[in-house]
């Protein structure tokens, strides 16, 4: 077999149900967190979570969005096909347990409760939040499930997966602005509201 022959030929099923367990075990580490009222800990799980969250998404947007933009159909569709499956488990993972870690301890410190105008930070905060996650299960979990199936295909097409995938890189550097904004609001509850 050439290796034109290999880099076309249509791979196997990538998405594979084995990656829940660890989703599984990180909502599992979130709600014990939660459950314990333990500041540390629900502090651990949400910093973590949102590191991730943030650096993958600056990461997508700015170095590998502008790598894939030069790469031939044959390497981006290599390189997707093997992305694609993976961040299908790990965004959405993330996404949520840094949002939902972050409100219990905003409301186990007590920042729900603040008066104004400190308020507006938390009111940032979550509409941060709000505009990420629908940003995340609204575009880019579809456009990602969408592009992974699409690559599969034996002869997939590459008009469509342009047009998906130029949404998901806009939308995925818009995310890292966001990221960016809320990493200075969060900078804020930090040192003080």
Not at 89 to 101: E, K, N, Q, R
Not at 146 to 174: F, H, N, S
Not at 177 to 183: D, E, G, N
């Amino acid at each position: 077999m050439t290796n034109a022959a290999v880099t076309d030929a249509a791979p196997g099923l990538q998405i594979r149900l084995a990656n829940l367990w660890w989703v599984a075990l990180a909502v599992a580490v979130m709600i014990a967190a939660i459950a314990s009222h333990v500041l540390w800990f629900l502090n651990f799980v949400h910093v973590l979570a949102g590191l991730m969250w943030t650096g993958i998404d600056l990461f997508m947007g700015f170095v590998i969005g502008p790598i894939l933009r030069s790469c031939d159909l044959a390497t981006r569709r290599a390189f997707i096909t093997r992305l694609m499956p993976k961040m299908l488990f790990l965004m959405p993972t993330l996404a949520a347990v840094t949002g939902t870690a972050g409100w219990f301890l905003a409301k186990d410190m007590g920042f729900l409760d603040v008066a104004y105008p400190q308020f507006y930070w938390v009111l940032a905060a979550l509409i941060l939040i709000a505009l990420l996650t629908v940003q995340g299960f609204g575009i880019l979990l579809p456009t990602n499930l969408r592009v992974c199936l699409e690559m599969q295909r034996p002869a997939p097409d590459a008009a469509k997966i342009g047009r998906w995938m130029r949404r998901y890189v806009r939308t995925v550097a818009l995310q890292g602005l966001m990221q960016v904004a809320i990493i200075v609001v969060m900078a804020r509850f930090v040192t003080g509201l």
